[in-house]
Structure formats: C-alpha cells, structure tokens
C-alpha cells in the first residue's frame, strides 16, 4: 500500500524558510513523478513543484521561481521542498503527490497518491 508522510509545516514570519519532508512508501517509485502542491482556505488545490523520481527533472510554478526548491533522496525515499523568502500568500496547507509516468501534470486530477498535507503558516 503506497504511503506519502509530509512534514515540516509550522508558523513562520515572512522573509523566513522551512523545509516540508515528504517520506514515501510502499513500492519502488522510480517511474513515478512527485510533486507538491497547495490549497489555501478558499481556493482549490495548486500546482507547487514536480521532480522525477529517477531522473531528477524538475518543474515550478511560476509563483515560487527562484524562492521554493523541489529535490529528492532515493536512498531514503523522501522528497524535500525547501522554502525560502516565504510570503503571506504562501500559506496553505502543502500536499504530497504521486503518479505514474515520466512527466509533470499541473492537475491534482492526474496524480494517484496522496499524503495528509501538513500546514504551512506564514504571517506578517
């Protein structure tokens, strides 16, 4: 039974970082992308980042270039979201994904698994 953990959420001040931790388990995931995404109170689920668990390829949204960076360890089977330069709009609560195949899809539709999320707070 496939398995995705997050961590790392908590209440942070704008301009400030966190690390999100996202373990996953329950079968060998290298054809599968991962990504994160977010949904803030009100809004419906977004697109984060995406990394290729083999290969390493990775995408962004537009609205976290240059300040949020996706990565992976295989040999721990966790995928990582640094965050940096964390702005109020930033806060959400941020979900683990996974689907089967090469490439990202922005649709949370697309993705097979789902981990709990973990809340991301960022005030002012």
């Known amino acids: 039974q496939v398995q995705l953990v997050e961590s790392g959420g908590g209440l942070v001040q704008a301009g400030g970082s966190l690390r999100l931790s996202c373990v996953a388990s329950?079968?060998?995931?290298?054809?599968?992308?991962m990504a994160w995404f977010r949904q803030a109170p009100g809004k419906e689920r977004e697109f984060v980042a995406a990394?290729?668990?083999?290969?390493?390829?990775?995408w962004n949204a537009d609205s976290v270039k240059g300040r949020f960076t996706i990565s992976r360890d295989t040999a721990k089977n966790t995928m990582y979201l640094q965050m940096n330069s964390l702005e109020r709009e930033d806060t959400a609560v941020y979900y683990c994904?996974?689907?089967?195949?090469?490439?990202?899809?922005?649709?949370?539709?697309?993705?097979?698994?789902w981990g709990q999320g973990t809340q991301v707070t960022v005030s002012s």
């Open positions: 329950g079968r060998t995931f290298s054809s599968y992308t």
């Open positions: 994904a996974a689907r089967l195949g090469s490439s990202y899809q922005r649709s949370p539709l697309q993705y097979d698994y």
């Open positions: 990394i290729t668990w083999s290969g390493g390829n990775r």
